[in-house]
């Protein structure tokens, strides 16, 4: 597939993948988020992913504009496109099999907002911020936002960013614990690269099978979630990367996982 708006790179084990179109703050048509949902399920054997936009912003919100639908009316456009590409995107994201690193610079806003913190690890520069901007345009947040905030910041926090539509600068956010960090602008990208760096070496499918326990354990009573842990464990330990990391142990050395 060739991308039209979004670029995308691997750095050793790391896909990068940069929204593209600065000239517009990387506002996202739904085209973006289709091809942002196809990089992360065709990785060609990369074991992490970092997410950034280019330019001076993240992601500015969903752009609408330019689709061929004439005859359906904005908010008939705006169901179908979270329908028929947000949100099947926002759950690609979800359910990747490798770790996803988030490096915001600029604005995070509305849908922009939604795909920073989806990631596993979202990392923000000190100018970064983050936009719950729908009650600015009587709207509602999307991408999952209303699911997303109360869970990483509690109803309080969650109610402030929705209600008030406020910008929540870097800082504040890594306070908050809406993110995981947030550092001086001029190392961003550095630190975003570091960690996906790091998480590309370590045991890949043991990763996403704690990416998939958490999310599941979200929704699962305490029993059923040690059920999930089981039959994830017995996947893991069947992996070659397990049993490097048990003969690393023995040998008291560093364990040098292939992700397999």
Not at 16 to 43: C, D, K, S
Not at 108 to 126: H, K, M, Q, T, V
Not at 236 to 247: K, M, N, P, S
């Amino acid at each position: 597939m060739t991308y039209e708006m979004i670029r995308t790179e691997r750095q050793g084990d790391v896909l990068v993948v940069t929204l593209n179109r600065p000239e517009r703050l990387n506002a996202a048509p739904p085209q973006m988020f289709e091809e942002i949902g196809h990089a992360i399920e065709n990785l060609d054997g990369a074991r992490a992913v970092l997410i950034t936009g280019e330019g001076r912003a993240f992601c500015s919100g969903a752009d609408l504009a330019g689709r061929d639908q004439a005859q359906v009316s904005p908010a008939e456009r705006a169901k179908n496109s979270l329908t028929n590409s947000y949100n099947p995107t926002m759950l690609k994201i979800a359910h990747a099999r490798v770790p996803i690193v988030s490096a915001v610079n600029g604005p995070a806003a509305g849908i922009g907002c939604s795909l920073a913190l989806a990631a596993d690890f979202c990392i923000a520069g000190e100018s970064g911020y983050f936009l719950q901007a729908f009650v600015n345009i009587g709207l509602v947040p999307d991408g999952g936002a209303s699911w997303m905030l109360a869970r990483l910041v509690g109803k309080a926090r969650a109610t402030e960013m929705m209600l008030l539509g406020e910008r929540i600068y870097g800082p504040r956010a890594a306070e908050w614990g809406l993110i995981h960090k947030c550092v001086p602008d001029v190392v961003l990208m550095e630190e975003a690269m570091a960690l996906a760096t790091r998480l590309a070496a370590g045991p890949t499918v043991a990763l996403g099978l704690m990416r998939q326990g958490l999310a599941a354990a979200l929704e699962s009573e305490y029993a059923a979630a040690m059920a999930g842990e089981a039959e994830r464990q017995s996947i893991a330990g069947q992996t070659e990367d397990a049993r490097e990391g048990a003969i690393s142990f023995l040998q008291k050395r560093k364990a040098q996982f292939k992700g397999a």
